[in-house]
């Protein structure tokens, strides 16, 4: 059975630090895109950062670069997040996800995933 479980949401304040891991089972994610996405109360969820597992490809929102960094550690089969100078708009629920399908899907360029956890709250006040 696919799994995704993510941890490491929680409050902070702006100019803070978060860092977001998942734990992928029942499945090799090698070949797949994995990526974190997030949804904020009221707008669309929306592509932050993905990674082609086994290639490296690295992708960002243009409103995380040079903040976010995406890391998969192929040992532990987990992706993680690392989140700094945490902005109060970066405020929402995230979520992991995994897809099969090759590029672009599951990338900030098209949040569409085969699969997902059930994401992990970030909040950022200010």
């Known amino acids: 059975q696919v799994q995704l479980v993510e941890s490491g949401g929680g409050s902070v304040q702006a100019g803070g630090s978060l860092r977001l891991s998942c734990v992928a089972s029942g499945y090799t994610t090698r070949g797949h895109f994995m990526g974190w996405f997030r949804q904020a109360p009221g707008k669309e969820r929306e592509g932050v950062a993905s990674?082609?597992?086994?290639?490296?490809?690295?992708y960002y929102a243009d409103s995380v670069k040079g903040r976010f960094t995406i890391s998969h550690d192929n040992a532990k089969n987990t992706l993680d997040l690392q989140m700094n100078s945490l902005k109060p708009n970066d405020t929402g629920m995230y979520y992991c996800?995994?897809?099969?399908?090759?590029?672009?899907?599951?990338?900030?360029?098209?949040?569409?995933?085969?699969?997902w956890g059930q994401g992990t709250q970030v909040t950022v006040s200010s």
């Open positions: 990674i082609f597992v086994g290639g490296g490809g690295l």
């Open positions: 996800a995994a897809d099969s399908r090759g590029f672009p899907f599951c990338t900030p360029l098209r949040p569409e995933c085969n699969d």
